[in-house]
T-cell receptor, first 111, second 116 residues
């Protein structure tokens, strides 16, 4: 039981490049979330999903897209990376109750 | 308003002392208030949580105090240990409406350092 896993752990992009961050959970949770963490700003919700095939915008969705084709996976895409997207990205999943379980994070540097 | 305001931003406590972190919220529709603990290089992990129908919850050395009328809640770490050194986040969840998905609103975080 791995919980929530994220791929990759670290990535460097050049401005304008695209990439996809993968989140996988093995807890059969309905809800999944993508956050970004920046110093002094806590965790801010980018997008979330309440079930397979659904997605919704969070607090800071601009510049990101998501897909939830399978219940266990939640993908976060950056179509054209910008330096402002340099951050640590966390995926989380929850079973519809209160607890959210977080992955180990992906560090992204956009040059 | 969806904000959750957390203070202080950083905290240094001597071993054995009490660490206190405070949070304030504005939205009275919040119905669940968790605290998360995050060690460097790791994801946040749930530490303790409270609902607004109780004023205090204690788990070991960790206590949440909740003041509904003031819209404030705080985390107290008794007998603080160097191993408690981490970043702590408070959060609040709005009572579920439709497909809100149990979204959490996080505070800005407090970096706690416990000196030996």
């Amino acid at each position: 039981n791995a919980g929530v896993t994220q791929t990759p752990k670290f990535r460097v992009l050049k401005t304008g490049q695209s990439m996809t961050l993968l989140c996988a959970q093995d807890m059969n949770h309905e809800y999944m979330y993508w956050y970004r963490q920046d110093p002094g700003m806590g965790l801010r919700l980018i997008h979330y999903s309440v079930g397979e095939g659904t997605t919704a915008k969070g607090e800071v969705p601009d510049g990101y897209n998501v897909s939830r084709l399978k219940k266990q996976n939640f993908l976060l895409g950056l179509e054209s990376a910008a330096p402002s997207q340099t951050s640590v990205y966390f995926c989380a999943s929850g079973g519809g109750r209160e607890t959210q379980y977080f992955g180990p994070g992906t560090r992204l540097l956009v040059l | 308003q969806q904000q959750v305001k957390q203070s202080p931003q950083s905290l240094i406590v001597q071993k054995g002392g009490i660490s206190i972190i405070n949070c304030a919220y504005e939205n009275t529709a919040f119905d669940y208030f968790p605290w998360y603990q995050q060690f460097p290089g790791k994801g946040p992990a749930l530490l303790i949580a409270i609902r607004p129908d109780v004023s205090e919850k204690k788990e070991g050395r960790f206590t949440i105090s909740f003041n509904k009328s003031a819209k404030q809640f705080s985390l107290h770490i008794m007998d603080s240990q160097p191993g408690d050194s981490a970043t702590y986040f408070c959060a609040a969840r709005r009572a579920k409406m439709g497909n809100q998905g149990g979204k959490l609103i996080f505070g800005q975080g407090t970096e706690l350092s416990v000196k030996p």
